[in-house]
């Protein structure tokens, strides 16, 4: 039977055609939710507000007030006022903005230490667990550091204990943030991956990729899986290339100053205060991150095992971020 090549060719264009649709199709379809078997969400004491019940979050970490200059936890709001809808879990966030006063806390031979430790206990009574983010710990304070933590776990009596602590790319000879030793008191460990550049060094970005994967890799080889919670960040920097105006300046160096900036305009008040004003231009470099990109580094981390996250902190996010999310189960 001769062949009908008409039919040939329309049949071999129909088929085409379905594998080009097919393929434009697969092509075109939205990206998948990145599954997470915990989002932990920070939420700043008074900015309650920005945070939903909606969100895909299961841990709120409550950032209170931290330890005051008499080195007491003060009283902190009640959960069922503050996330009264919300079904997670709630931890408060225990800070301290002092080497020194970290360095006394910690002591054992002072009071202070038992005393924090009753205080945070009381005060988290309506709450899950408590989170210790001390980021002022210093090495020599690394076996009063875990024994203090030791302690508080005990007290909690079942309640979670956590802790947010600085990015590492190994182990450090000795460190009050030692990832192993802690991973062995501890519920979980946040590791705070973020300020890779900070506010005064070089401009770059707060998180590259590449500097996050080698903290993954090293903090999955120390951490246990179900304890490691990898921390990603909400906000931007920006850096200006002129420090005239951000620095003190001795005596003898003003009048450097105000031949370089050919200063013509001086003024003396009543009082006989001298100043003098001159304009300068500067160029700000920004890194920061769009919902795209952000979701890209938490799909790095999920791609590479890594199934619970943390945020710092709720309020500081385009909140269409959240749509990228999801809570798959255990």
Not at 90 to 95: A, G, I, M, R, Y
Not at 136 to 147: G, S, T
Not at 158 to 174: N, W, Y
Request: proline residues 4%.
């Amino acid at each position: 039977m001769p062949v009908n090549k008409n039919k040939l060719f329309f049949s071999a264009l129909l088929f085409f055609f379905s594998i080009t649709a097919f393929i434009f199709a697969q092509q075109s379809e939205e990206p998948q939710k990145i599954p997470l078997k915990e989002v932990w969400g920070y939420v700043m004491i008074g900015e309650e507000s920005s945070f939903s019940a909606d969100y895909p979050v299961t841990d709120v970490g409550y950032f209170v007030n931290a330890v005051n200059n008499f080195s007491d936890f003060v009283t902190v709001p009640k959960r069922s006022e503050k996330f009264p809808d919300y079904k997670g879990r709630v931890h408060l966030v225990s800070s301290v903005d002092s080497k020194a006063q970290t360095h006394l806390l910690l002591d054992p031979k002072l009071s202070l230490r038992n005393k924090i430790i009753k205080q945070l206990v009381k005060e988290s009574k309506e709450y899950d667990g408590v989170q210790i983010d001390w980021e002022l710990v210093m090495k020599e304070d690394d076996e009063n550091f875990r024994d203090f933590l030791k302690i508080l776990k005990k007290k909690l009596r079942g309640k979670m204990l956590t802790v947010a602590i600085p990015a590492r790319l190994k182990t450090l000879e000795r460190d009050a943030y030692d990832y192993a030793k802690l991973s062995e008191i501890v519920d979980k460990i946040i590791v705070m991956a973020y300020d890779e550049h900070w506010s005064t060094s070089a401009p770059g970005p707060v998180a590259s990729v590449a500097w996050c994967k080698k903290i993954a890799e090293y903090s999955k080889s120390v951490i246990p899986e179900e304890k490691l919670v990898m921390g990603c960040h909400f906000y931007s920097r920006a850096w200006n290339d002129e420090s005239v105006g951000r620095k003190a300046y001795r005596m003898y160096k003003i009048d450097d100053l105000v031949k370089e900036n050919k200063v013509k305009a001086f003024k003396q008040s009543q009082d006989g205060d001298l100043s003098f004003s001159f304009d300068k231009s500067t160029k700000v470099t920004v890194f920061y991150d769009t919902v795209e990109s952000a979701a890209g580094r938490c799909r790095m981390y999920a791609d590479s095992g890594i199934e619970r996250l943390s945020f710092w902190r709720v309020g500081q996010e385009i909140p269409e971020f959240w749509n990228e999310l999801e809570i798959c189960s255990e």
